[in-house]
């Protein structure tokens, strides 16, 4: 018979009768049910109190939390890298070739802003047809695969099997999901075009927001190298601001670019500055090449 003792507030169980032996309990009881007696007869996985300890019995080590840091907005930052990279090297150089050429910053800005303009209306209906050729290309890949399991199913359920067996699946293994696909066409359909074909669905609206994303970046960067221009009269002045704040904007730029790429945030920073500075050099020299003659 258990009774009940409390030795200086501390409480405690005690049994007077002699356990039974933990087989003499499991005798005759399938394996997992020997393991679940032994894994109770433990004090594990018992309630535990607010604070995550067991009263009175063995506490369970606490893990970690895990969390996710996978990055899925990859369009979105693809697109906003290629408008705001070419909306700070294309200004920037004309910019510098046109006060290499020693036009007033009146002329520099204005042409900066029209060439702004026209590139990000350029870059926008680019980043449209891309993303629309892109959707018009798995829309025929589609048909094409659902006409495929229509027509031969067994030659389709076959290359199931080889893709499978590339992830170091066995017959025996992939043999059900085979079957599983087979009982639904959608997402045999979906399977095929993700794993043998590589494409991904894409969103519908993608082309309008991948066209306002590039476009809306290429205004932002291209505004950047201009800004001197709009409040120094002297266009050498202004270029040698100009030359300043770009690539400030560039490192700044290429830095946050190498963290969302994945690569190294300083390495990224200075081949973006590089790039920038190549671009208008070159074209601060054609410029000072072209007025010598």
């Known amino acids: 018979m258990d009774s009940y003792k409390n030795r200086g507030g501390d409480s405690e169980f005690t049994n007077q009768q002699s356990p ?9 009881q399938s394996p997992s049910a020997v393991r679940h007696a032994r894994f109770v007869s433990t004090g594990v996985g018992r309630s535990m109190d607010g604070d995550g300890a067991s009263r009175g019995q063995p506490m369970l080590e606490k893990r970690p939390s895990h969390r996710e840091r996978h990055f899925t907005a990859g369009e979105v930052v693809r697109d906003v890298i290629m408008g705001v990279s070419d909306g700070l090297t294309v200004p920037f150089a004309l910019a510098a070739g046109l006060s290499g ?33 892109e959707a018009d290309h798995y829309k025929r890949e589609m048909k094409r ?8 199913p067994d030659t389709e359920a076959a290359e199931i099997g080889e893709i499978m067996s590339q992830y170091g699946l066995e017959p025996h293994e992939y043999g059900p999901v085979i079957d599983g696909l087979r009982r639904n066409p959608q997402a045999w359909l979906e399977f095929m075009m993700r794993f043998e074909l590589g ?23 291209g505004l950047v190298p201009l800004l001197p221009y709009m409040f120094i009269s002297t266009a050498q002045n202004a270029m040698l601001t100009s030359v300043g704040v770009t690539l400030v904007a560039l490192l700044f730029f290429g830095y946050i670019k190498g963290r969302f790429t994945g690569n190294r945030p300083f390495t990224s920073a200075v081949q973006t500055a ?3 500075a ?16």
């Open 20 to 28: 039974a032996h933990p087989d003499s309990r499991t005798k005759g």
């Open 101 to 133: 050429a020693s036009a007033p910053s009146s002329l520099v800005l204005t042409a900066g802003l029209a060439e702004v303009a026209a590139g990000a209306i350029s870059m926008g209906l680019g980043g449209y047809l891309a993303a629309q050729s």
């Open 145 to 152: 695969e659902q006409e495929e399991i229509i027509t031969v």
């Open 199 to 221: 494409l991904e669905k894409p969103d519908p609206k993608r082309a309008l927001q991948s066209a306002c994303t590039i476009a809306l970046s290429y205004v932002i960067g």
């Open 274 to 276: 590089i790039i920038g």
């Open 278 to 293: 190549l671009a208008s050099a070159a074209a601060y020299g054609m410029a000072k090449a072209v007025q010598a003659r």
